[in-house]
Structure formats: structure tokens, C-alpha cells
């Protein structure tokens, strides 16, 4: 089954899709009315492989010994014991079983009793046997995603290491041996690449495996003025500036014993440049207002999708800044540079995205890859991640969820011969295709791009005075 195979919507056909349905599996059911387990006995025999039923807690208690169940219904009144009193010392015990409770009493007490003991359901008497199902096929569903989410999550635990990257080939695995080499020192790292390629996840990976005990702070430095910049980074105190009606801690305070990611370094304004480099030489900070400095243990990563190397000779990026976030610099390679381990990343992001929205891992056939391995991933990693998204939400195969050029495609159907593109132009489709979606809205735009208004309107200025 493929992206664009005809997927069963969730809900009760998601869960009786699943290889003909929920048969094989047990059920117990505890109630003191003979009636009401005649009725679900008949009800779920069409559907379970075992169906046992009791009258008591004492009798549920010797089958549940003797037998595993995959689902319990009981009533809540039973002649010896409350349905929730053993539920809970169900729970207690370490039993992951399914319960569904039934009653009589529509009080809120028993529902927010019988909900925090752990029962999947709560069903209110008298019910229809429609009802009933329903009940039995969302936990049975909500089960079955559970075990997906936790065999994807093992199966990535194998496959990932601490330094949060996917992938095997040769580029990635140069990546992750620098992040491991360079983690537990205290020097300033530089993190290049595009927009989409992992740049934060390679930041969380160096904070990670650092020695360091306090927290990972991101801050995007293309998204605020240099006035809101400076008071984000270092604080401000009650009356520095119009609207400061109380004092307040900087990301640095709160970055202390830890680390500072400052994304879009390369689009941080030159007035705060000279007050970034002043922090990382001494160690102290200065909040806005203020005559006192304090001290901060802070290591920092920076990041960039420009060539900071260019932005200094062009004037927009202080030299002696660069020299001081450049000791380590770590490449993130783009996505059409390592193609060959596009087929994990897209396992991943199905694995992780479906059971998040509700549907059925789909299987991925040849011709989804071939469609995906045939794109240039201008927006990569985070790209991908998108696409594959959309294609699960929509139920449709890459070609149709591809942007701009995608799959061999324009926007009107013509066939793009592979490599007749550049690499630029690509991107401005991309960066066109995306904009028109989000109906020329720039701000909209920058945001599902994943790179600054600033980024974008210099982009736009570029191609207009080409």
C-alpha cells in the first residue's frame, strides 16, 4: 500500500481495516446482569476470538489468571467490588489490558474516578450494542497505534544516535562524529547550512551529548528588531524603555549552565553584533537599563544559511564577530547532496506522523521513492518532512503533493528534464510556489519556508534586480 493507495478514514473502518478486523483477540465481561452479558456476548463473538463472561470481580479474577484478555468490559457496581477499584489494582499491578467501564449512574464523580484509574472508555447504561462497538473499536484502535509509535520508536533508538541525525551515508556519519568530537567542549560552534537541512537538530545534538546541565534555548535573530533583540537576549529592568513595567531575565539568564542556539546569526542587526561580541568575550551581560553586569556560563551555537564569509566583505556582518562564533564549523549538508538516505527519512516521517494523525502506517511502494528520489529538495529536510505530511493527510501520491517543479513537473504539466534546472531556479519556484499559496502573504510565507522575512525580501530584491 502507497501514499496514494485508498486508506480507510479513522475511526471504526481505520480499525476494521486491519487485517480483517479485530478477530483473534479476546475480551472478558464482567457485569451482575445475565442480560446485559448475553447481549454482549452475541454482540462481540461476530468480532473476537474469545469472548468469556462473569458476574463478579472474584470470578473475573480467577480467569484473568488463567487467561490474557485484550480487552475488559465491566460494570462499575459488581456484587463484591467496584469495576474502578479493580481497575485500579489492575494498574497497579502493571497490567497494560484495555478496560471499557459501564453504569447506571451518570454522576461526574464516577466518569472522572474511572478516567484517571485508566479506563479507555466510559459507556452509560442503557446502551445500544452500535454503541457498544464503537467503544471497543477506538480502544482497540488507539492499542494498536500505541504499539506502532513504540516499535517505530525502538526501531529509531537503533538507528539514531544521540546526536539526533538520520541517516547512513558518509556526509551524515562526518556530521555526527563532529558533533560527538566537539560536544563536550566548551568552544563556540558555527553551524552552516540551507534553510531545512537540520540545522537546530544538529544544535540539540552538541547539547546533548555536552556535559552541560542546564537548558537548550533556540532564538531566531532574523525575526525581531534590534530594540526587542536586546532585551530578549540580555533582559531589561523595570522603566529601560515604554511598556517595561516590571524587570525581566534575558534567554542567556536563562541559557545559564547550558545552551544559547542563536538561528540566522548572519541576519542579527549590526548594532547587536557589537553587543554579542562584547558577551562572548567577557562572559557578562548587561540588562537593558541597567548598570550592573552579571556572569554567564553560557555556550553558544550559532547558525546560518548564508556565507557569513561573503556578508563581511559586503559589510552587513562584523568581521570580528565572525572570527569569534567561527572556532568550529560544522557543515549541514542539503538534502540532494544525500539522497541516498532519503528512503529512512521518509520511513521515519510516516512512522512518526501517522499515529499522530490517526491513520494506519502506510506502506511505501517503489514508485512513491522513485517520485521523491527524482525531486531537488530545495526546502529539504523540512521539505520532506511536509510532503510527506501532506501526502498522509490528503491521501494522494508524491507527485500530486510535490511543489513547483516536483516529480519532473511544472505548474502546468510539462516535463522538467532532470538537471536542466539550476539550482537557483528551483529555489525560486519553490520560494514563488509557496508564496502563492499562502496568497502573497510574506510573513506566512517566511514561516513555512523556515527562514526570516529579512531572508526572504533580500531573495525577492535579488531576482528583481537580476
Not at 85 to 98: D, I, K
Not at 162 to 178: A, H, M, P, Y
Not at 223 to 234: G, I, Q, R, Y
Not at 243 to 269: C, H, N, V
Request: net charge neutral; glycine share 8%; charged share 25%.
Amino acid at each position: 500500500m502507497g501514499f496514494g493507495s485508498d486508506r480507510v478514514i479513522a475511526g471504526v473502518s481505520a480499525v476494521k481495516s486491519e487485517q480483517a478486523g479485530i478477530r483473534l483477540k479476546s475480551v472478558l465481561i464482567v457485569d451482575g446482569e445475565a442480560d446485559i452479558r448475553a447481549l454482549l456476548k452475541r454482540g462481540l463473538e461476530k468480532e473476537f476470538g474469545l469472548v468469556e463472561t462473569v458476574g463478579d470481580i472474584a470470578a473475573a479474577e480467577e480467569v484473568h489468571e488463567r487467561c490474557h484478555f485484550d480487552l475488559i468490559i465491566s460494570a462499575v457496581r459488581l456484587p463484591d467490588k467496584s469495576g474502578v477499584e479493580w481497575l485500579t489494582q489492575l494498574r497497579r499491578q502493571g497490567s497494560p489490558v484495555e478496560v471499557i467501564l459501564m453504569t447506571a449512574q451518570a454522576d461526574l464523580d464516577t466518569a472522572i474516578a474511572a478516567l484517571r484509574a485508566g479506563a479507555a472508555d466510559f459507556i452509560l447504561k442503557p446502551f445500544r450494542m452500535e454503541q457498544m462497538m464503537a467503544a471497543v473499536l477506538r480502544c482497540m484502535g488507539s492499542k494498536r497505534l500505541a504499539r506502532q509509535k513504540s516499535a517505530h520508536e525502538h526501531q529509531t533508538d537503533q538507528r539514531r544516535d544521540r546526536s539526533g541525525l538520520i541517516g547512513e551515508c558518509q556526509l551524515i556519519r562526518n556530521v555526527c562524529e563532529l558533533i560527538h568530537r566537539v560536544a563536550p567542549m566548551p568552544s563556540t560552534v558555527l553551524i552552516e547550512g540551507e534553510s531545512g537541512t537540520g540545522k537546530e537538530l544538529a544544535a540539540r545534538g552538541i547539547h546533548t551529548l555536552s556535559r552541560r546541565s542546564g537548558s537548550f534555548v533556540p532564538v531566531n535573530c532574523g525575526a525581531m528588531s534590534p530594540e526587542l533583540l536586546e532585551s530578549e537576549l540580555f533582559g531589561h529592568v523595570k522603566g529601560a524603555f515604554t511598556g517595561a513595567q516590571q524587570s525581566r531575565e534575558g534567554l542567556f539568564s536563562y541559557a545559564d549552565g547550558g545552551t544559547l542556539f542563536l538561528d540566522e546569526i548572519g541576519e542579527m542587526p549590526l548594532s547587536m553584533q557589537a553587543h554579542l561580541l562584547r558577551v562572548l568575550e567577557e562572559r557578562r551581560i548587561r540588562p537593558v537599563g541597567s548598570n550592573r553586569e552579571t556572569m554567564v556560563n553560557v555556550r553558544v551555537v550559532a547558525a546560518t544559511n548564508r556565507n557569513l564569509g561573503i556578508a563581511v566583505k559586503a559589510g552587513e556582518f562584523r568581521e570580528d564577530l565572525f572570527f569569534r562564533v567561527n572556532v568550529i564549523t560544522l557543515r549541514m549538508p542539503p538534502l540532494r547532496e544525500h539522497k541516498e538516505d532519503l528512503p529512512e527519512l521518509v520511513q521515519y516521517f510516516v512512522q512518526s506522523l501517522a499515529p499522530e494523525l490517526g491513520i494506519p502506517v502506510p506502506e511505501i511502494c517503489s514508485t512513491d521513492l522513485s517520485e521523491l528520489m527524482a525531486y531537488d529538495w530545495p526546502g529539504n529536510v523540512r521539505e520532506l518532512k511536509n510532503v510527506v505530511e501532506r501526502c498522509l493527510l490528503l491521501n494522494a501520491p508524491p507527485a500530486h503533493c510535490l511543489a513547483g517543479s516536483g516529480s519532473g513537473m511544472d505548474k502546468g504539466g510539462d516535463p522538467v528534464e532532470s538537471g536542466s534546472l539550476r539550482l537557483e531556479a528551483v529555489e525560486k519556484r519553490h520560494i514563488l510556489n509557496v508564496l502563492k499559496i499562502n496568497n502573497r502573504n510574506k510573513s506566512a510565507a517566511a514561516r513555512e519556508l523556515g527562514i526570516s522575512r529579512k531572508t526572504l525580501d533580500r531573495k525577492m530584491q535579488a531576482w528583481s534586480a537580476a
